[in-house]
C-alpha cells in the first residue's frame, strides 16, 4: 500500500494492495464519501479527479465563509 504523502485540504490519495486507488480524508484515515459513494478500487486517474472536484468544492465552501470542510 502507498500513500501520496502530498496532503490536499484534508485529503490525500493511497494506492491499495490490490492496484486501485482510494481517495482518503486524511485527518480521519478513512475513505472519502462523495456523491454518494465511498472513493475506493479506482484507478489512478479517477482518483486524482475525485480529488480535483473535492479541492473545488472545499474551495467553494471557503469562499462562501465556511470552514471549506464538507459535512
Not at 494506492?15 to 475506493?40: C, H, M
Not at 484507478?43 to 470552514?67: D, I, N, P, W, Y
Amino acid at each position: 500500500m502507498r500513500t501520496d504523502d502530498m496532503i490536499e485540504n484534508g485529503y490525500k490519495l493511497r494506492e491499495d494492495d490490490d492496484g486501485t486507488w482510494s481517495v482518503i480524508e486524511a485527518y480521519r484515515n478513512e475513505p472519502a464519501e462523495f456523491d454518494g459513494k465511498l472513493q475506493t478500487g479506482l484507478t489512478e486517474a479517477e482518483a486524482h479527479e475525485c480529488l480535483v472536484q473535492l479541492t473545488r468544492k472545499f474551495m467553494e465552501r471557503q469562499h462562501e465563509g465556511g470552514s471549506g470542510r464538507l459535512p
